[in-house]
């Protein structure tokens, strides 16, 4: 509480742009252990980023700083975001710039096939040469907006995304179980059985 009250206090922030880059996480790393935790959960993001983007819309542009590659840069940013015109069919790319010593190394447009009806978002990615891409076996297939790591060995042929799925407590999963007095479980198995079916119909 002590810091909140602390930045109450602070001086107001007169250099504010919405442009620029406002949100910066940084983490000390005192020793291995805590390196391998940071090391994780930047793999994690890595393998979830571009999903994560499409499903957080405010999100245009993430960059990603790895100081143990000398400072290599990853940049995200959001970009052309079109209808396929067959129905809620549409197709999102993310820009990927890789760059080291301020000179770009590497460019790549991700394309992100996705169906979404305002409450299910049915995800498949495919590159330049209109060839789908297999998911990674570290991939979630379940998302309510962000990962639900643990959910990697669902069995579906797309990422489902719903922000309405009922997760359990440690948002590693969503209840599917037969129980007709778990008004959650009855909810998700409704979300995936329309998952199915508008998998059937593209």
Do not use: W
């Not at 107001?12 to 880059?21: G, N, Q, R, V």
């Not at 990422?159 to 590693?172: A, D, G, L, Y």
């Amino acid at each position: 509480m002590s810091e909140l009250d602390r930045v109450d206090e602070s001086q107001e922030i007169l250099d504010f742009s919405k442009e620029a880059y406002n949100t910066v996480f940084t983490y000390p790393l005192r020793d291995e252990y805590h390196y391998r935790i940071a090391k994780t959960g930047f793999d994690d993001l890595r393998e979830t980023i571009l999903y994560v983007m499409l499903f957080s819309t405010p999100l245009k542009e993430i960059e990603l700083i790895s100081h143990e590659n000398g400072g290599k840069r990853v940049c995200y940013s959001r970009g052309e975001d079109n209808s396929t015109g067959s129905g809620n069919l549409r197709i999102l790319v993310i820009n990927e710039r890789e760059s080291a010593d301020d000179s770009i190394t590497n460019e790549t447009k991700n394309h992100i096939l996705y169906y979404s009806d305002g409450v299910l978002t049915l995800v498949a990615g495919f590159g330049d040469d209109r060839r789908f891409k297999v998911f990674s076996d570290k991939l979630p297939r379940i998302f309510a907006d962000f990962p639900l790591i643990g959910a990697e060995a669902f069995p579906f042929p797309v990422i489902i995304n719903s922000r309405t799925f009922k997760v359990n407590e440690p948002r590693s999963g969503i209840t599917l179980v037969d129980n007709e007095n778990s008004p959650d479980a009855i909810y998700n198995k409704r979300l995936i059985t329309s998952a199915v079916a508008i998998c059937e119909i593209y």
